[in-house]
């Protein structure tokens, strides 16, 4: 795919036009990019027009100019969309990435069709102490991508997928994120509670796999639970459930989408 560039950002994007249907946005995780979505873009070519986004500070979207922070998204995305008429879409974010979809959707909700989280939590109801629990094994991980990408993307990859193949695919991508990015994802406090909670008027799906760490197994079945939304936990997949599980993941999708609530 050709790298695109949101003019007047660091933004690199990725568009798939060719169907008469729908636009699908991808939205990656943390120390990867958009290839983490490879297998979904083979799959849904020609059946929906296709968008993924590189995050600041990863894959190409690194030529940051002073001023230019994670907050503002939201706001390229927006910006993609003005530019190429993209009127409104079914969202999919995968750890970071539902971080980045959750706040687009509290921005520009009649921009959203439908809302798929994966590996997330509800940015708008942020339990602090769940997170602080949490926190000293982050620190840790921290603490080896300084001293060594390598030896971070090592450990990260058992922590981020599940079967053997998307762990080393994890692995090849995690490689080639910059230590400098870190710098970036020190804003993403403020994008927590930051909006009330607020019926949807769009469908939500949220889920994990089976092997992915209890707490957020936990956060995910809460989460479905008081916003009576759809869930799925996928059998034999860890973090990022489509690289582990992508079949079975563009099957869930593709069903999720043709019955979304309109």
Known sequence: MQTLYLENSPIAYYIDDTANNDWVVF???AFVDHRMFEKQFN???GKYNLLAIDILGHGNSINAKK???IEKMSDW???IFQKHNIAAAH???VSLGSVFIQDFANKYEDKVLSLACFGGYDINNFDLKRQQSNSKGQMMMMLKALFSIKWFAKA???ISAYTTEAQEEFYRLNLQFKKSSFMYLAKLQ???NKYPQKQRPYSLLVGCGEHDIPM????VNEWAEYENCDKVIFQGAGHCVNMDKPNEFNNYMENFWLNYRK
């Not at 957020?216 to 956060?219: S, V």
């Open 27 to 29: 939205v990656h995780a």
């Open 43 to 45: 799959y849904f070519a």
């Open 67 to 69: 001023g230019d922070t």
């Open 77 to 79: 995305i927006s910006g």
């Open 91 to 93: 969202f999919v974010g």
């Open 156 to 158: 990260n990859k058992k």
């Open 190 to 192: 403020n994008f927590v």
């Open 216 to 219: 957020e197994i936990e956060i």
